[in-house]
């Protein structure tokens, strides 16, 4: 993983929120990000994908729903200044997290692995 592609990906606030949230809870579906946020599922997906496609974040698919985690080949020190950030800096994600936990309805998850055949 290149540095400036890393910083870029974390100098977007919804890319930062989107990590964020990811670091704090292991993993997402967009339902979840969108909520959280307060973005619309296009943006919120935009940024996923572009996360994505920068080897930051994986997806897996179970059903309708689409979980994103951070790749396994992300590398120590991504994670660790991911880590770093969100210990930080918890104030960016209180309202992010209220309106999470104040979802209806949340995802079940069959497993948080990779290898989750459903």
Not at 73 to 86: F, I, K, N, Y
Not at 89 to 105: C, D, G, K
Request: charged residues 20%.
């Amino acid at each position: 993983m290149e540095p400036s592609v890393f910083f870029k990906a974390m100098a977007d606030d919804t890319r930062l929120c989107c990590l964020l949230l990811i670091q704090q809870q292991g993993e997402l579906c967009v339902c979840e990000l969108t909520a959280a946020l307060a973005q619309s599922q296009p943006k919120v997906s935009r940024h996923l994908a572009q996360l994505r496609n920068q080897g930051i974040l994986q997806d897996r698919r179970q059903g309708q729903w689409v979980f994103y985690r951070f790749d396994e080949s992300l590398p120590a020190w991504c994670r660790q200044v991911l880590a770093a950030t969100l210990a930080e800096n918890q104030p960016l994600l209180v309202e992010p997290v209220t309106r999470l936990h104040a979802m209806n309805w949340r995802p079940e998850r069959c497993c948080a692995s990779a290898k989750c055949s459903s």
